[in-house]
């Protein structure tokens, strides 16, 4: 594992860096520094962009997953937002969750765990396109490279699903790869991984309203 986070090829890197927790306890905090030298903010890249989207250019492309179709943004967009394209009822029960930044309050969070929801608009194929705001990797990424505040995060999932529950809710697929994180960042843009993240749920394509 240490020999492929030295190598210069990003990818090889990051195929190792999924790799950490299978490493020895006493290894796994030694490799993860290593990586955070070697690929700094990289590290925590969503796999959005591994189709080599533009900085420099407006480009629309289609993201590969299951459920709903997702569209990732180029130009100054990318690594801000990308477009889902949900059902109206789905859309609705995520928009609910959302919008009650009181209850996420009540509950102790001081920023409301939910996949940020910018902007929206119905489409003309009946689908409603939310522009959502880009986070970065998922809590199980995380957890494959053996990263810190790994119990404290998943104390925040228990929390969130048993809310999300009570508020009659039924997400759908709220397994840990549609848990992600974001780190907060110093002045520069750089990383603090001596931060604990904050934790959202995502991905509402086949969420319900109970």
């Known amino acids: 594992i240490q020999t492929g986070l030295e190598s210069d090829d990003l990818a090889v890197q990051r ?12 290894y796994q905090e030694k490799l993860l520094e290593l ?22 250019s407006f480009q629309r492309e ?26 109206p009822d789905a859309f609705l029960a995520w928009q609910k969750l959302y919008e009650d930044y009181p209850m996420w309050q009540n509950e102790g969070f001081d920023y409301v765990p939910i996949e940020p929801i910018q902007s929206y608009h119905l489409n003309k194929k009946g689908l409603v396109d ?3 705001g880009v986070l970065d990797l998922s809590l199980d990424a995380w957890k494959k490279m053996g990263g810190k505040f790994s119990a404290a995060l998943k ?10 529950h009570r508020e009659r809710i039924e997400h759908g697929h709220m ?3 549609n ?11 750089n990383v603090d991984f001596d931060r604990k993240p904050r934790i959202y749920l995502i991905d509402f394509d086949m969420a319900i309203s109970k």
């Open 62 to 87: 289609k993201f590969n997953k299951t459920g709903s179709e997702t569209t990732i943004l180029g130009g100054q967009l990318k690594d801000k937002t990308i477009i889902r394209h949900l059902k």
């Open 130 to 132: 939310v522009y959502s």
């Open 155 to 164: 104390d925040d999932v228990h929390k969130i699903r048993t809310i999300v």
């Open 179 to 189: 848990f992600c994180l974001r780190f907060f960042r110093d002045a520069d843009g």
């Open 15 to 26: 195929a190792y860096v999924t790799a950490i927790w299978c490493a020895p306890d006493a």
């Open 35 to 56: 990586a955070r030298k070697k690929l700094g903010n990289k590290l925590v890249d969503p796999p959005l962009y591994d189709n080599k989207i533009s900085n420099s």
């Open 175 to 177: 397994h840990s790869a």
